[in-house]
């Protein structure tokens, strides 16, 4: 065999077996999600920490600063968790895929201040009707005053806010309904409550502003998933 064509049996012998080890190369494990992952590897606050918690996180990279996203048991919604937050699991639940709660709770001795904050979520029946969930909180909470109304890119919200005088001391109280933009009838009502730990120290005071913000960023950050939870489709029902 002369010299031309012994190189040519060698580029080809290379050729197949650089095509050999390509095509046995294996492929890449997928990404674990924080549910499959050992809690000692995932960021140390309680969205993660907490067991019934950990199944909805979405991913250990925050979505903004201070805030993880969470997608909710019937895979109806996503919303953030604050890093702060502690989740309420024994106030929290599921009906089928067309209700689901979601509580959470915080408190800060250094900035004597605490929360509690609800999310009922609803498909159907009331989400059709925001006014009859409006009224209903309306008559709660004594509220009287007209509903504010503030719009997104994935729903409408109505909210309202008032100060409930509690054995002499005041609890913050910011409440409402968000409607999605979706076909599928799908809404989020919410219920926010702030007030001093220690309501008798010269820090007890709440920044009304400050709180009106947190609570409007935490519902502008639900998103509808316009899905029930096992993946059907539900717009136009």
């Not at 060698?10 to 046995?24: L, T, Y």
């Not at 001795?109 to 605490?114: A, L, P, T, Y």
């Not at 001093?196 to 008798?200: P, T, Y």
């Given at each position: 065999?002369?010299?031309?064509?012994?190189?040519?049996?060698?580029?080809?012998?290379?050729?197949?077996?650089?095509?050999?080890?390509?095509?046995?190369?294996?492929?890449?494990?997928?990404?674990?999600?924080?549910?499959?992952?050992?809690?000692?590897?995932?960021?140390?606050?309680?969205?993660?920490?907490?067991?019934?918690?950990?199944?909805?996180?979405?991913?250990?990279?925050?979505?903004a600063d201070g805030y993880y996203l969470?997608?909710?048991?019937?895979?109806?919604?996503?919303?953030?968790?604050?890093?702060?937050?502690?989740?309420?699991?024994?106030?929290?639940?599921?009906?089928?895929?067309?209700?689901?709660?979601?509580?959470?709770?915080?408190?800060?001795?250094?900035?004597?201040?605490?929360?509690?904050?609800?999310?009922q979520y609803n498909y159907g029946g009331n989400a059709k009707k925001p006014e009859r969930l409006l009224d209903n909180l309306r008559g709660r909470w004594d509220y009287e005053e007209e509903w504010i109304e503030v719009e997104d890119e994935h729903g409408l919200t109505y909210y309202g806010s008032t100060i409930e005088d509690f054995?002499?001391?005041?609890?913050?109280?910011?409440?409402?309904?968000?409607?999605?933009?979706q076909e599928a009838p799908q809404a989020m009502e919410f219920l926010y409550v702030v007030s001093?730990?220690?309501?008798?120290a010269e820090s007890c005071e709440i920044d009304f502003s400050k709180e009106e913000a947190y609570i409007l960023q935490w519902v502008k950050s639900i998103q509808f998933s316009g899905t029930r939870g096992d993946g059907g489709e539900t717009d136009g029902e």
């Open positions: 065999m002369d010299k031309s064509k012994t190189l040519l049996v060698v580029v080809i012998a290379i050729m197949a077996g650089g095509c050999g080890q390509m095509g046995s190369s294996p492929e890449e494990e997928p990404e674990k999600t924080p549910a499959e992952m050992d809690p000692a590897d995932l960021p140390q606050i309680d969205a993660f920490q907490n067991e019934y918690s950990r199944e909805m996180m979405v991913s250990t990279e925050p979505v969470m997608r909710s048991k019937i895979g109806a919604f996503t919303i953030w968790f604050p890093e702060e937050a502690v989740f309420m699991d024994n106030a929290s639940g599921i009906d089928g895929d067309h209700y689901e709660k979601i509580s959470f709770a915080y408190e800060s001795e250094e900035e004597n201040r605490g929360y509690v904050v609800g999310f054995k002499g001391y005041q609890n913050y109280v910011f409440m409402g309904y968000k409607v999605s933009f001093c730990l220690d309501k008798e």
